[in-house]
Structures are given as structure tokens and as C-alpha cells.
T-cell receptor, first 110, second 113 residues
Framework: GEDVEQSLFLSVREGDSSVINCTYT??????LYWYKQEPGAGLQLLTY?????DMKQDQRLTVLLNKKDKHLSLRIADTQTGDSAIYFC??????????FGSGTRLQVQP | EAQVTQNPRYLITVTGKKLTVTCSQN?????MSWYRQDPGLGLRQIYY???????DKGDVPEGYKVSRKEKRNFPLILESPSPNQTSLYFC????????????FGEGSRLTVL
């Protein structure tokens, strides 16, 4: 079955790096995604990675994919207070498009 | 502007009073979906639609109905709401179900007393 798991909470200091981890179960997923949800808003796509890639970098964001362990991580360098949000990991699952994790609330302390 | 629009954004209602949450997208997307978000449970899919007149159940369809008569609209119907349907609801759409960005509405917060 499909299941995506994340830790619920992460607290970091401004300027530090944040690493949010995710495990998934569907080895046939073509894409894996990170979505960001700011307070009072819907989810927005932050970045994604193809399943045949190990790493993707986009400015302050680095996504690492370990297919063997079905582990995905999102690293945010130089974390700012504006990065405070809930981050969702998601995997593509055929007909139902995406299966989401429970979300990790990132709190950035000044 | 490309967007997914939900209405109402906030609603307080009473048990048993039928309600409809509308969802409309202007991107000519084939795929649309409804999710509910509850603390600690993330997003759970209620129903999805791969195209006009094609709908299917997600993880938590009980107590909900949907229809897809037009490509742009995908209303969520609660025939007889109950307190356990108090939640934050999101509509989303994407080009198709095969992957790619899922665009979300801003959410509808529903309270059933």
C-alpha cells in the first residue's frame, strides 16, 4: 500500500540549515514532491525530483533521494523566519495523483 | 491568473443541513481532487476525478458526494453533515493524474455543530 511518513515538528534557529525527512513505500513512484503550506493558505509546490535522480538543488533548497531506503529529504540552507510553514512530502501514485505525508511543521526562531 | 477557487472559505452549519462547497479551476485541467486536512493526519483524499463524468473514491469518501459535469467545476456535497466532518477542505487540480504540479485552492474551513 501507499504510505508517506514524516516527523511532525522541527525547530531551528534563523540562519541554520533545516533538514526535513520523509519515507515512502511505493517504489514505482515516478516523481516525489515537496509542498509548502503557509498559515491560512493552500499548499504550493516547492520542488520535485524525478525518481531516477539522487539529488536536486534549487537555490537554498536541496532534495536528496535514496531509492534503496525509500527516503527523501529536503534541506533548506540559511533558514529564514519566512520559511516557517508546514512542509508536505508527496509521492505520485498513478490514478490518485499524489499521496501526502502528514506534514512537518517547521518553526524558525529568531 | 491561473487559480483554483473554492467557496465558501468559512462555514458554520448544523448537523444534517445539506451543504455544497464549490470548486472551480481556470486552467483546463483534467484532474481534480478534494482533500481534508486534520491535525496530525495530513491531507487525506476524499474523492477525485480524472475527467468529466469520471469520479472515484479516495481514502475517506464516507459522507461525501461529488460530481463532474463540466471540466472546470468539481463541487463537494455533504448531504447530511455530522460533527466529524468538521475540517479544513482543499480542492486541487492538475493537468492530468500522471504527475506534475497539483494546484490548490485556499481552503474551506467547515464547522458542523
Amino acid at each position: 500500500g501507499e504510505d508517506v511518513e514524516q516527523s511532525l515538528f522541527l525547530s531551528v534557529r534563523e540562519g541554520d540549515s533545516s533538514v526535513i525527512n520523509c519515507t515512502y513505500t511505493d517504489s514505482s513512484s515516478t516523481y516525489l514532491y515537496w509542498y509548502k503550506q503557509e498559515p491560512g493558505a493552500g499548499l504550493q509546490l516547492l520542488t520535485y525530483i524525478f525518481s531516477n535522480m539522487d539529488m536536486k538543488q534549487d537555490q537554498r533548497l536541496t532534495v536528496l533521494l535514496n531509492k534503496k531506503d525509500k527516503h527523501l529529504s529536503l534541506r533548506i540552507a540559511d533558514t529564514q523566519t519566512g520559511d516557517s510553514a508546514i512542509y508536505f512530502c508527496a509521492e505520485s501514485t498513478g490514478r490518485r495523483a499524489l499521496t501526502f505525508g502528514s506534514g512537518t511543521r517547521l518553526q524558525v526562531q529568531p | 491568473e491561473a487559480q483554483v477557487t473554492q467557496n465558501p472559505r468559512y462555514l458554520i452549519t448544523v448537523t444534517g443541513k445539506k451543504l455544497t462547497v464549490t470548486c472551480s479551476q481556470n486552467m483546463n485541467h483534467e484532474y481534480m481532487s478534494w482533500y481534508r486536512q486534520d491535525p496530525g493526519l495530513g491531507l487525506r483524499q476524499i474523492y477525485y476525478s480524472m475527467n468529466v463524468e469520471v469520479t472515484d473514491k479516495g481514502d475517506v469518501p464516507e459522507g461525501y458526494k461529488v460530481s463532474r459535469k463540466e471540466k472546470r467545476n468539481f463541487p463537494l456535497i455533504l448531504e447530511s453533515p455530522s460533527p466529524n466532518q468538521t475540517s479544513l477542505y482543499f480542492c486541487a487540480s492538475s493537468l492530468n493524474h500522471r504527475g506534475g504540479e497539483l494546484f490548490f485552492g485556499e481552503g474551506s474551513r467547515l464547522t458542523v455543530l
